[in-house]
Structures are given as C-alpha cells and as structure tokens.
C-alpha cells in the first residue's frame, strides 16, 4: 500500500503507470486538518491513498521601522471600526471586509508583506464600501498633517 502526502499545488498522478486520470472511492477528514481519500487510477485500475493538507505558514508584517510581526486580522477591523464609527456599517460587514484583505494577503502566497501593501488593500476596498470611512481611514494610515493631504484624497473619491 503506497501512501502519498500531497501539497496544494501538486497534480495527482497515478503511482504506478504516471496517468491523471483518477477517480475518488471515498474522502474522510483525518485528524490534523488532513484529508484522506482513496483513490483509483482509470487507466491502470490500480488504487492507492493520498492525504491532503494544507501547509500553515504565520503571515508576517514588516512593519514601517522594519520589525516582522505575526498577521493579525483583528488589527484591521479595528482600523476599520475607527473608520466606519458613525457609519451605517455592522460589525459583520467590518469583519468580512477584513478577511477579504486577509484571503487576498494569503492569496498572493507570500510569506511576508508590509503594513503598506496591507494598509492599500484595505483603502481599496474601503473606496467601494464607504467613502467617508475611506477618507477617515486614510487620514490616519497616511499620516495626514495638513488639510490639503484631505483635498487630494476627497478629490480622487469624487473621481
């Protein structure tokens, strides 16, 4: 009995005659966030077991000074709520605008970001949802010191 360890990006091939073409017999989740399933190659006839998993790597921020911290989502949604205070928005539209900067962060497959390219991900999205919040988030992730840094973002909001 052959048992294969997969990744995410790894292609299933046959074992013994190198075709792709595979059927699924049957899928169970395992313990450790694996997933077990049996499987048949079409070709050959010939079954074996893979188990799934997926590899958790910690997400870090380098931040402005250069320190590496651990990703933490909640970071953004307080940023977010900051910004949306008075606004129509509920918390459950806070946090889902949150794990789509999140989803998009790990997307990009990256063991590293900047709180920069968070911080633009986040404004992105917040430019569709809400303006007002936008221009508040903005304000203080770009540090604003004058009142002309206010006329340059509310111009580009009216665009």
Do not use: H, W
């Amino acid at each position: 009995m052959f048992i294969v360890v997969l990744s995410v990006v790894d292609s299933v091939k046959c074992l013994y005659c190198g075709s792709d073409e595979l059927k699924v017999l049957e899928t169970r989740d395992s313990k450790e966030n694996r997933v077990r399933r049996r499987r048949e190659c079409v070709t050959c006839g010939k079954r074996f077991t893979t188990y799934e998993y997926i590899e958790k790597i910690p997400l870090m921020v380098r931040k402005k000074d250069g320190r590496l911290e651990r990703f933490q989502v909640d970071k953004i949604i307080r940023g977010l709520q900051n910004a949306c205070e008075k606004r129509c928005k509920t918390l459950d539209q806070i946090r889902e605008l949150a794990e789509q900067v999140r989803q998009d962060l790990i997307a990009q497959g990256k063991e590293e970001v900047s709180s920069r390219e968070i911080g633009e991900l986040v404004m992105k999205y917040l430019k569709e949802v809400d303006r007002v919040a936008y221009v508040r988030f903005a304000s203080v992730y770009r540090e604003f010191g004058e009142v002309n840094d206010f006329d340059e973002v509310i111009r580009e909001v009216k665009k």
